[in-house]
C-alpha cells in the first residue's frame, strides 16, 4: 500500500521478544510503515533495548510511559501518535509473537478490498489457537460469545487484538472516550468501529501462545471484561 503506514506495538517485559520481532516486521518490506513502541517502564528493560533499536532503525520510534496503565491506554496513546504522524493506515498486534508477522499483509489487503477494520480472528473458518489449554480456550471462546450474544455484534472474535484500521474509523470513535483498560479494550473498539457504521471483517489466523515470557492474562481481567459488557451495550444504537 502507498498510504503512510504505523504499526503500535504496546509492551511490558518484552525484551526477549522485541528484536526477533521487530526484525521478522521491517523485513516484510512494508513500504511507509512507521513502528511505534509504547513501552510501560518494562522492568526487564524493554524500553531501552527499545531505544538502542531505534537509533539504527530510523522507521522505528519509541514511546515512553512512566508506569504500567493498562494495554488499552497504551493503544490509545500509540494511535494519537500514528494519527499526529499523518497515518491512514494504522495497525495493533501483539508483541509476543502470539501474532505472526506474516499476516500483516493480509490485512493490509482486507482494507484494500472495502473494508475499514480488518481483524485477525481466531474464530473465523479456519482460525485456531495453539498451546493453550483446554480450560483457557473454553474461556476464551465464552467470553466472545458472551460479549457477542449481549452487544448484537456480528464478529467472532470480539477480544482479538490483531488489527488494521482506516485512519477515519480512528478518528469517529472518539479515542478520547475510550474507558477500558484492559483486553476489554479490544471488545470496546471494535463495537463501537460496527455501531458507527464501519465495516469490520474479519480473517482467519492461527494464534500461538507467546514465544518468550510470561502471560498477562489474569482473571481480574476476565472479570473486568464481563462486567463492562453491559456498560458498553448502553452505547448501542437502538
Given amino acids: 500500500m502507498r ?6 506495538l504496546p509492551t511490558y517485559n518484552e ?38 533499536l531505534a537509533a ?17 491506554t497504551a493503544y490509545v496513546e500509540g494511535f494519537h501518535w500514528a ?14 509473537f502470539s501474532h505472526d508477522p506474516v499476516v500483516l499483509p493480509r490485512l493490509l489487503e482486507t482494507l484494500q478490498a472495502g473494508a475499514d477494520v480488518a481483524l485477525g480472528s481466531r474464530y473465523a473458518p479456519g482460525g ?4 493453550w489449554s483446554w480450560p483457557r480456550q473454553a474461556i476464551s471462546w465464552l467470553g466472545n460469545w458472551y460479549a457477542r450474544t449481549v452487544l448484537g455484534l456480528p464478529v467472532r472474535d470480539l477480544t482479538g487484538g490483531f488489527k ?16 477500558s483498560v484492559g483486553y476489554n479494550f479490544q471488545i470496546e473498539t471494535t463495537a463501537r468501529a460496527v455501531w458507527r457504521g464501519f465495516r469490520v471483517v474479519e480473517i482467519s ?27 458498553f451495550r448502553r452505547e448501542r444504537p437502538r
Fill in 3 to 8: 498510504e503512510p503506514l504505523a504499526l503500535v
Fill in 15 to 52: 525484551r526477549e521478544n522485541l528484536a526477533p520481532l521487530l526484525a521478522a516486521i521491517f523485513g516484510l518490506g512494508l513500504e511507509n510503515l512507521q513502528v511505534v513502541v509504547v513501552d510501560d517502564n518494562s522492568p526487564d528493560g524493554t524500553g531501552q533495548l527499545s531505544d538502542e
Fill in 56 to 72: 539504527r532503525q530510523p522507521h522505528l520510534h519509541v514511546v515512553h510511559r512512566p508506569a504500567k496503565a493498562g494495554l488499552g
Fill in 83 to 96: 494519527l499526529a504522524q499523518g497515518a491512514e493506515i494504522i495497525l495493533q498486534m501483539d508483541a509476543d
Fill in 128 to 131: 485456531r489457537i495453539v498451546n
Fill in 164 to 179: 488494521a484500521y482506516r485512519r477515519a474509523v480512528l478518528e469517529h470513535i472518539d479515542l478520547g472516550t475510550l474507558s
Fill in 205 to 231: 489466523i492461527t494464534f500461538t501462545e507467546r514465544r518468550s515470557g510470561r502471560s498477562k492474562f489474569n482473571h481480574g481481567l476476565m472479570v473486568e471484561a464481563f462486567l463492562n459488557v453491559w456498560r
